[in-house]
């Protein structure tokens, strides 16, 4: 038996050991455990089921098209592979159906600061939190405002433009969205791709948006359906999906992705990578975000997640989702230029970049163009993804 397929069995026994302590939520990933905690003797049949999952693995590295039919059992195969075979195979998966080295600069402006009703467990927004985060509702931000950050953000290289407002939803915003229709219309008309994340939107509103140029509509899962009423209850997963629904039938790219580190096990995350993969097409952005904790917050003590477990969602979203752009969000800051560089090579392919991501520190423009500068990365242009279609072999 080979050195990679024992670690493989070794890190999927330790997953199977440890699952029935899911209740407990298990602070760090599951597949970090030491090994040799976990390294009883393997029976033919567990051998059989292993070379299953080999087999999973390699036939979903060679992919040619994107598919939206994975079973969690797949996904399930492919995450828990021996790490670094999972990110170099991601990274092969990657360069398939991408431009190496090619990284895709974006800007988040928070055009409307707190104020939410909403109760999600790790946000600074809501009101709910407000006496101890500390972070008072602010009014929309004018216009031009917005667009002045949006030149400066050009300036400095980001070919997208992202803006952000603490909402519930859009229901009952109708001057608010003619502004933010004019931003969309000001940002596309500098050529930037215009996103905006402003809450659940309906199917009417979606179609303005669509017609004011707006090229992305970030709407996160989060999490897993399972875990999910453990972060947030005021509104519900489906309420999330239908909002995914609205904007793809307008025709909008959209972005969606998880937030790691809530206190959800490996499971919850191969449940939200199954969730993403399996909608009518692959969002064309899966923003992976580690938890920044904020004091004041339900979830402001959580201890952060590993690094490893970080990469393990990076690459497994590359290989099931080849044509999408795995996108590293929150907590890069707290990143490595060397972890960030493991990111890259195994299949991400965009950042923040900027003063603010929302709330939390983002790294700055200046730090990003020394990062680009030092490992040879290439800023994506606007609407310059690479090559979709993977060429046929
Ligand atoms: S994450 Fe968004 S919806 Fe949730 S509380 Fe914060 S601003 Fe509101």
Redesign the pocket.
């Known amino acids: 038996m080979s050195a990679s397929s024992l670690t493989a069995r070794t890190v999927w026994r330790a997953h199977k050991l440890v699952l029935p302590l899911r209740a407990t939520r298990w602070n760090s990933s599951l597949v970090d455990i030491p090994a040799q905690k976990f390294d009883p003797p393997v029976t033919s049949h567990e051998q059989a089921q292993e070379e299953v999952r080999r087999k999973i693995f390699q036939d979903a590295v060679k992919a040619t098209a994107p598919r939206q039919n994975w079973t969690r059992e797949e996904i399930s195969a492919i995450f828990y592979q021996p790490l670094l075979d999972l990110a170099y195979q991601a990274g092969t998966v990657h360069r398939r159906f991408h431009k190496a080295g090619e990284v895709q600069l974006c800007t988040l402006m928070n055009i409307k600061t707190g104020g ?1 009703t ?3 467990s790790y ?1 600074a ?2 009101t709910r939190y407000s006496k101890d985060t500390g972070v008072k509702a602010s009014r929309v931000e004018s216009v031009e405002d917005v667009l002045a950050k949006a030149r400066e953000a050009k300036e400095n290289g980001s070919t997208r433009f992202c803006m952000g407002a ?1 909402w ?1 939803e859009m229901k009952g915003r109708k001057n608010s969205l003619k502004n933010i229709i004019e931003m969309v219309k000001g940002v596309r008309g500098m050529g930037m791709e215009a996103c905006v994340t402003l ?1 659940m939107l309906d199917a009417d509103q979606a179609k303005q948006l669509k017609e004011a140029g707006l090229s992305a509509y970030n709407h996160n899962l989060d999490t897993s359906r399972e875990y999910y009423p453990s972060v947030i209850s005021t509104r519900s997963y489906d309420e999330r999906l239908q909002t995914l629904s609205n904007v793809r039938d307008a025709g909008i790219n959209v972005c969606s992705g998880g937030i790691l580190g809530l206190g959800e096990s490996s499971t919850d995350r191969i449940g939200l990578l199954h969730t993403v993969s399996n909608l009518p097409q692959h969002p064309e952005s899966f923003p992976v975000n580690a938890l920044v904790p904020i004091k004041g917050t339900p979830l402001g003590a959580t201890e952060p997640i590993s690094f490893t477990s970080m990469l393990r969602v990076v690459a497994t979203a590359r290989i099931i989702m080849p044509s999408t752009i795995i996108r590293i969000a929150a907590g890069r800051k707290t990143m490595s230029e060397e972890k960030q560089a493991l990111c890259f090579m195994a299949g991400a392919n965009a950042v923040f970049t900027g003063e603010k991501m929302l709330t939390t520190d983002c790294n700055s423009y200046e730090e990003d163009k020394v990062l680009f500068g030092r490992w040879g990365l290439e800023p994506m242009k606007s609407f310059d993804k690479s090559p979709p279609e993977a060429p046929s072999s």
């Open positions: 939410c909403e109760d999600c946000c927004q809501s603490a519930r809450g």
